[in-house]
């Protein structure tokens, strides 16, 4: 975890004369500007203003304590994400700034005088951190503690300010923060069901021309339910997201047509193809060769696979002949390719 801080030192002078304790002003805490950044796997970065503000002078010295912690647990008695092995650095902050670990968790700590080294006004502070422990949140859970003093250092209460830095600023509850995988999505790592169109054997004479009008010959796909083009994914990693299937094989006009080709010996078939989705939603059919990408929302619905979902298409054919066309086994690979909108 690494904390880069631009921090300011207040020059205060004390009188002391025969005193069982410090005469010093009360300073108070709070953090804004919250914000949370993935930077990699596991590796994320959080960033706030830290403010500390004098108030009035008093008859005891505050002494006050900013700790950080990376949560596995989002209760009051949150177990902090031990960073034994990551360097901190601070930079720009006073000698004897009180700086160091406690318990695995950052600690930033100011005291009133007579410790003269005092944190205060508006500090920006980004610090690095990992979620490497399973169950870390992607977040970090500041403790703002407040300790009064009254003559002789005796502790004369102290109150603990808890905020949470958060992708969504800065939260005070529980309550108000996103979920971990709205913070941390998971790539959609994409899998696809091997899919393979045996057309049933058919009469080349019941082809129509590539030249002629309609919409083909309707090919009949022999073992249709069971080669199903379905795709299957992360439900979290297509999350406010949405989706083109493409296909990379190159087309060719064909008596006004755009058509994909089936090579035979000597000969070649003619052919488009449509994707008919098994949710019954025409949206989310594709049809192809396609002028241009068709953006789909993939559906959240749980699969038989933990956190998978998957979607599924029936494939329809439509065959065109020309003049060259012969009898035999004709042949054709279509290469699919996802992607999500930029």
């Known amino acids: 975890m690494k904390i880069i801080a631009n921090l300011s ?62 949560p596995t647990s989002l209760g009051s008695n949150s177990t902090v994400h031990p960073q034994n092995n990551s360097t901190t650095t601070y930079s720009n902050v006073v000698v004897n700034a009180n700086l160091g670990y406690t318990i695995g968790a950052r600690l930033l700590g100011f ?53 949470y830095i958060a992708a969504n600023g800065c939260q005070l509850t529980i309550a108000a923060l996103p979920k971990p995988e709205d913070v941390d999505t998971p790539e959609p790592e994409f899998s696809m069901k091997s899919a393979v169109w045996q057309m049933n054997t058919l009469d080349v004479s019941n082809l129509p021309d590539v030249s002629a009008t309609g919409n083909g010959y309707a090919a009949s796909i022999s073992n249709i339910a069971s080669n199903n083009l379905c795709i299957n994914y992360v439900t979290a990693g297509v999350k406010n997201k949405t989706y083109a299937l493409s296909v990379t094989n190159t087309s060719s006009l064909q008596g006004g047509r755009s058509l994909f080709t089936l090579q035979g010996t000597g000969s070649q078939l003619f052919y488009n193809l449509q994707l008919a989705s098994n949710s019954g939603v025409a949206a989310n059919d594709f049809n192809f060769p396609a002028a241009s990408a068709k953006y789909i929302t993939l559906t959240q619905t749980a699969s038989s696979t933990p956190d998978r979902s998957e979607m599924c298409w029936t494939p329809k054919i439509n065959l065109f002949k020309n003049s060259a066309t012969k009898e035999g086994m004709h042949t054709n690979t279509l290469n699919f390719v996802i992607s999500p909108k930029a």
């Open 111 to 163: 005291y009133g005088n007579p410790t003269a080294s005092i944190i205060q006004f508006s500090s920006f502070v980004s610090i690095d951190f990992t979620t490497d422990t399973v169950g870390a949140y992607p977040g970090l859970r500041a403790r703002l503690t407040t300790e009064n003093l009254s003559g002789g250092g005796q502790s004369g209460g102290t109150s603990t300010y808890v905020i």
């Open 9 to 70: 030192r207040l020059m205060a002078c004390s009188l002391l004369a025969l005193s069982t304790h410090v005469m010093a002003a009360s300073y108070s805490q709070n953090i804004t500007g919250c914000s949370i950044t993935k930077l990699g796997t596991n590796k994320f970065q959080a960033k706030f203003t830290y403010v500390v503000t004098q108030g009035d002078p008093g008859s005891t010295t505050t002494r006050n304590n900013f700790y950080v912690e990376v």
